[in-house]
């Protein structure tokens, strides 16, 4: 596996501006907490996804999808609470925590696979 810095760069930059933006679009007093939870739930997948190359083709094609799905839903997921006006906090976390660890499963499932 090897990590391409410049790509990872970028891929924390988009991920910092969708979290400002989901902060300043967030009408509730959650909105700290949905900036800094956009931040690290939308921007593991897209550094993965974006950062990371692996050196089997089908492998890293398949992981590459893998977390740009992932990066989507973690980002209407977060949309959507933003657009809510009250929401249970231990939801938001349990929700974002068990479909991010799904996600990492299946990589290292699909990275450790022979082909």
Do not use: D
């Not at 400002?20 to 939870?37: R, T």
């Not at 692996?54 to 893998?66: D, G, P, Q």
């Amino acid at each position: 596996m090897k990590v391409n810095v410049l790509y990872s760069i970028i891929a924390v930059c988009i991920s910092a501006l969708i979290s400002y933006g989901i902060y300043s679009f967030c009408q509730n007093e959650n909105n700290l907490l949905l900036a800094i939870g956009s931040f690290l739930f939308v921007g593991f997948p897209l550094i993965l996804a974006m950062g990371v190359n692996s050196n089997l083709s089908r492998s890293s094609a398949n992981m590459k999808v893998l977390m740009v799905v992932c990066f989507m839903i973690m980002l209407i997921i977060n949309v959507i609470f933003a657009c809510l006006a009250t929401f249970l906090i231990p939801l938001y976390i349990i929700l974002n925590g068990i479909i991010t660890l799904v996600f990492f499963l299946i990589y290292h499932s699909i990275y450790s696979s022979k082909q």
